[in-house]
């Protein structure tokens, strides 16, 4: 687990393709590599991967073909900056928010402006994802703890200070980037325990007229209506 709280920016050192699969080794940059063991999780721009060789300067990762296609990862080339986080400890403090480092999908920036000194983005995240954004809520983007400062549909703004900026890569994004997004774990085990009995049964995320009278929002005769 982490908490969406930056320990450093890294860089891609290599990226060897293994059939479908690849091998990562990134310049750990200012991350403390004195307490690192094989078998360690460290996020990478959020996605968490498994350190299988190191040394003092850098480390090794294996990234599957699925990690590949759903994360940012398959489009990793040498002298990319990625941001970095070590799995948190039991003892540390939960700076960001419960961060599992398993993407949920890919999302786009869709604006940058500046506000003052500080940037807001506004981020698209695919439709089955809006529900899970809410106002002053937390999402992970490319493993940086986030607050949600408005919601329109599938799109969402965020505003990030000139720390975040500096100590992320984030101050480098422009429109038309894509990123890892994480949604809010609270969020996705809330809607699985308010299904009751039914999470056993198949789900569909279509809304449909019978999902809308079950929880109130319409009355039993507007199907038939």
Not at 69 to 93: C, I, W, Y
Request: proline share 2%.
């Amino acid at each position: 687990m982490f908490t969406g709280i930056i320990e450093a920016s890294g860089e891609i050192a290599a990226v060897d393709k293994q059939a479908a699969d690849s091998r990562l080794r990134i310049n750990a940059g200012g991350l403390d590599m004195t307490d690192v063991k094989l078998g360690d999780s460290i996020a990478i721009d959020g996605v968490c991967l498994t350190v299988v060789k190191f040394d003092a300067h850098s480390f090794e990762m294996d990234v599957s073909a699925e990690t590949l296609s759903k994360t940012t990862l398959g489009e990793f080339k040498p002298d990319r900056k990625v941001n970095l986080e070590k799995a948190m400890q039991v003892s540390a403090r939960l700076g960001g928010h419960i961060v599992s480092g398993h993407v949920d999908a890919l999302g786009v920036i869709e604006a940058r402006d500046p506000v003052g000194e500080s940037l807001r983005f506004r981020v698209r995240v695919p439709d089955n994802l809006a529900k899970y954004v809410a106002v002053k809520g937390s999402v992970c983007i490319d493993g940086v703890s986030l607050t949600v400062n408005n919601v329109e549909g599938a799109v969402f703004e965020i505003n990030i200070i000139p720390h975040t900026a500096e100590m992320t890569t984030i101050g480098e994004y422009q429109a038309g980037r894509k990123v890892n997004i994480e949604v809010d774990i609270i969020a996705r085990y809330l809607e699985r325990l308010l299904l009751g009995d039914k999470a056993a049964e198949p789900q569909s995320d279509k809304l449909t007229l019978e999902k809308l009278v079950q929880h109130g929002y319409l009355k039993g005769d507007a199907i038939n209506s």
